[in-house]
């Protein structure tokens, strides 16, 4: 089972969890219909495409409405720690919520003790957490943009916002460097997915590839675009993929979604979900 | 919230992990540091009364202890009501990230401050897209936010609760100020 975990810009949306569903530009949840926006809606349509593409069992989403609050998300860590045993699943992608660090340390020690392990992947304030809480080498994929990696390099922050600034003004030319030392501080999980103009993948011995193509730098602009990455990781994960193979496939597939959509900087994220069948038969060389 | 927990209970380990996120705010007065308190606990943001520690101690030897994700939230409630001297971290850099990166496209231009980006057109001085971020006020305010012009949002700082919103207000006030800047130029 995929189970994807994160909060929903609708505050009136109760803890739902469910087997996830497409409805023309939206998912739909437990009888809630959610639009794919940036966030965790986007992250969940990707892996659905995802899924759908390869035939796979539809990811199940735990969510909660939360528009910074902060009650939505403390909803979500208490039900994940309370069930997540029972639910156990192959695949738990952690995604937007408040960062916690004392829940998220309950949530890991309960996913920890599972047999088989679950594969975590956690982006956005999950990965914040994860990292500031010093559980990220247990993590086994993050996928962090630029400024993210230079928080995970960064020893003593606790957030992006209170990065030190030479950090966060290094060139992205540098980032190997910076993917370096995040393994060196153990502020990175297993193996990293670092999106930039160059999407870089690493482990601790070092960058194992690089997708740069297409090139398509309006995809930076575009909220959600990270989120796509990450729900295509998961996906390919809980479909066997080893997570190099799905971080590279995902960050290529990504980049010809976009390109297929033909964005600009003022395209939404649901032109390049529109795309993923398309651009993964692509990349794994089947017809679609 | 289990930021705080039980704090006479807890072990070393554990307090060494809320330490982390959390954050002094520092007042000119005692008496502002006891009504700011106030203010925030009847506004359900936990906090509690400290001694600054040296290197902070720039106003009264009194301080609030929060959890610093909340710094937005706990910056608007405060704004008006008692004057702030400065909210820092406990560990780590002292200073919130300002700078930002701006990058152009065709007709196009995108603000970068920290983990948040937000792009406007250049013509119009409409908001097209936010992107980055991980906090739970970033997917909402990027629904309030996109579709509109710069000069007539609220601005992130006034709707949000967390570290991101105020990453996302400096990429705002970025924005605005470089669009008043060629409207005035034309």
């Given amino acids: 089972m995929l189970i994807i975990a994160g909060i929903v810009p609708v505050a009136e949306i109760p803890l739902i969890t469910g087997s996830v569903q497409m409805k023309d530009d939206s998912i739909v949840v437990d009888g809630h219909r959610i639009p794919w926006s940036q966030g965790t809606a986007a992250m969940i349509a990707a892996a659905l495409a995802t899924t759908d593409y390869l035939g796979l069992e539809a990811p199940r989403a735990i969510l909660a409405g939360d528009t910074g609050a902060g009650r939505g998300s403390r909803t979500l860590y208490k039900y994940l720690i309370d069930n997540v045993a ?3 699943p192959k695949v738990l992608a952690l995604h937007y919520w408040m960062p916690d660090l004392e829940l998220m340390h309950q949530l890991y020690e309960k996913v920890d003790r599972l047999q088989p392990r679950p594969i975590l992947i956690a982006d956005a304030a999950s990965m914040y957490a994860a990292k500031a809480a010093g559980l990220a080498s247990g993590f086994d994929v993050f996928t962090p943009d630029c400024s993210e990696l230079a928080f995970l390099a960064d020893a003593d ?37 670092v999106k930039g103009p160059r999407d870089l993948i690493a482990d601790e011995t070092g960058i194992l590839e690089v997708i740069d193509g297409p090139d398509i730098p309006a995809m930076e602009c575009i909220g959600g675009t990270g989120d796509s990455i990450t729900g295509m990781c998961s996906a390919l994960l809980f479909g066997g993929m080893n997570a190099v193979q799905a971080a590279a496939i995902s960050a290529g597939a990504n980049r010809i979604a976009g390109q297929l959509a033909a964005v600009t900087p003022a395209s939404s994220i649901s032109s390049v979900v529109k795309q993923i069948p398309k651009a993964l038969a692509q990349v794994l060389g089947e017809q679609p | 919230m289990a930021w705080f927990g039980k704090s006479n209970k807890s072990s070393a380990a554990q307090r060494g992990k809320q330490q982390v996120e ?39 030897d009194l301080a609030l202890e929060i959890n610093l994700i909340q710094q937005a939230a706990v910056q608007r409630i405060l704004q008006d009501r008692v004057p702030v001297v400065q909210i820092s971290p406990l560990s780590g850099t002292a200073e919130l990230l300002d700078i930002i990166k701006v990058s152009e496209y065709d007709g196009y231009t995108m603000v970068k401050a920290g983990n948040m980006k937000l792009t406007f057109e250049n013509a119009s001085g409409m908001i097209v897209n936010t992107s980055g971020g991980g906090c739970p006020d970033i997917p909402y305010m990027n629904i309030e936010l996109v579709g509109k012009r710069l000069d007539q949002i609220r601005r992130p700082k006034e709707m949000g609760h967390s570290l991101c919103s105020l990453m996302l207000d400096r990429a705002a006030e970025g ?5 008043e800047e060629r409207k005035s130029q034309c």
Avoid at chain 1, 172 to 184: G, M, Q, W
Avoid at chain 2, 25 to 54: G, Q, T
Avoid at chain 2, 175 to 179: L, R
């Fill in chain 2, 22 to 60: 959390s954050g002094l705010v520092i007042f000119y007065s005692v008496e502002d540091a006891i009504m700011a308190e106030r203010i925030l606990n009847k506004n359900d943001i936990r906090c509690r009364l400290v001694a600054p520690p040296p290197f902070l101690r720039k106003g009264c």
């Fill in chain 1, 157 to 193: 922050a606790f957030h992006p916002a209170y990065i030190a600034k030479h950090l966060f003004e290094m060139d992205s030319d540098r980032n190997p460097e910076l993917i370096e030392t995040a393994f060196k501080l153990k502020g990175a999980a297993r193996i990293l997915l």
């Fill in chain 1, 86 to 88: 029972a639910i156990h």
């Fill in chain 2, 175 to 179: 924005a605005q100020e470089i669009w």
